[in-house]
């Protein structure tokens, strides 16, 4: 089972800021956060990922609280291309020796651009 | 990043009939996965293509339905065997990149069973 959770749909107008919450109550303390979109049936793309720090790439920035129970994805200025499925998925990495390379994928919530 | 090539892109298909998916990888890796995902569904693990090695599947996933082959670091199979409607899905190919791990989907390949 996912361990996240995250909203089934949201709406954002074309031009504003998309922010996707997603909880993560049980995060463990070497559980990254990742997070992907799915654009209409092609393969999931990566968007950014972060251990607790804030980070910030050319697509997105990541929001992670304190106690690292929850997160948000921003997306700063939305564009219709920008609708998807975006999938929250918290794994620790291979190399620590306590993860896997698998990413259980949950559900994702639905955002729609409107323009 | 990687770039990932999968073929065919769609396809549709007879009962009873099997289907081979390939997964072409720009650079070597050493892991390569493949997911399926049901109509409105999301992605669940079908197992993961060790070069060198047999491949290692999921609870509810079997080497006979679902048999991979990896002969080096840059290719995989999938074969979908004996299909009946329900196998109609998408199935995606991915890999693991650099020391940051992301994973990388190819396109994806659009099976429908009649």
């Known amino acids: 089972d996912a361990k996240t959770t995250q909203p089934p749909s949201m709406d954002c107008a074309e031009g504003r800021a998309a922010n996707l919450p997603c909880n993560h109550s049980t995060i463990s303390g070497n559980e990254y956060v990742y997070w992907y979109r799915q654009i209409h049936s092609q393969g999931p793309q990566y968007i950014i990922h972060g251990l607790k720090n804030n980070e910030t790439n050319e697509m997105a920035s990541l929001i992670i609280t304190e106690d690292r129970k929850s997160s948000t994805l921003i997306l700063p200025h939305a564009t219709l291309r920008d609708t998807a499925v975006y999938y929250c998925?918290?794994?620790?990495?291979?190399?620590?020796?306590?993860?896997?390379?698998?990413?259980?994928f949950g559900k994702g919530t639905k955002l729609s651009v409107i323009p | 990043s990687a770039v990932i090539s999968q073929k065919p892109s769609r396809d549709i298909c007879q009962r009873g009939t099997s289907l081979t998916i390939q997964c072409q990888v720009d650079?070597?890796?050493?892991?390569m996965f493949w997911y399926r995902q049901q109509p409105g569904q999301s992605l669940t693990l079908i197992a993961t293509a060790n070069q060198g090695s047999e491949a290692t599947y999921e609870s509810g996933f079997v080497i006979d339905k679902f048999p991979i082959s990896r002969p080096n670091l840059t290719f995989s199979t999938l074969t979908v065997s004996n299909m009946s409607p329900e196998d109609s899905s998408i199935y995606l190919c991915s890999v693991i990149q650099g020391v940051k791990e992301k994973l990388f989907f190819g396109s994806g390949t659009q099976l429908s069973v009649l």
């Open positions: 998925i918290v794994r620790a990495p291979a190399y620590s020796g306590a993860g896997s390379y698998q990413l259980t």
């Open positions: 650079s070597q890796v050493t892991m």
